[in-house]
């Protein structure tokens, strides 16, 4: 008689995610085997083999290039949705860059506003110099 081997549960529930190619957006492989970008919607596995399924129906879909990335985050439940652990995918669900250039806020690229006040005063001069000096070569050309 074989002896089945159990299947060892994960430390933590996982869900898989990657990245649209086209467009970079995060997104989260559903339970139906669609991608979705709300991590709510991530299909949970709770053991290796689940796990296992999961990555390899993702898998199918980075074959035709329509997600690149694909792999596996630890989340916790939080009413039954997943919810990611990690500082990395906290981010990545919250949709934030990780890097704000001064003078901007971590705001969608279109509700961003380059004002005086938040403005650098000096990469404004700056800027006037090198106009200034650009002007004064094309001066110097003619």
């Not at 074989?2 to 933590?12: E, R, S």
């Amino acid at each position: 008689m074989a002896h089945v081997k159990p299947i060892k549960p994960l430390k933590t529930p996982v869900s898989v995610t990657a990245n649209l190619l086209l467009k970079g957006l995060t997104v989260y492989l559903a339970p139906d085997g669609t991608w979705s970008a709300n991590i709510a919607d991530a299909a949970i596995a709770e053991d290796l083999a689940q796990e296992a399924v999961l990555l390899a129906l993702a898998n199918v879909t980075v074959k035709t290039q329509y997600v690149v990335g694909a792999y596996s985050f630890a989340v916790e439940l939080v009413n039954g949705k997943a919810t990611p652990i990690g500082m990395r995918e906290i981010i990545r669900a919250k949709r934030l860059p990780t890097i704000v250039p001064d003078g901007l806020t971590p705001k969608p690229e279109w509700e961003n506003q380059f004002t005086a006040a938040n403005a650098d005063s000096d990469n404004s001069a700056s800027s006037d110099n090198v106009a200034k000096s650009n002007e004064s070569k094309r001066s110097e050309n003619v």
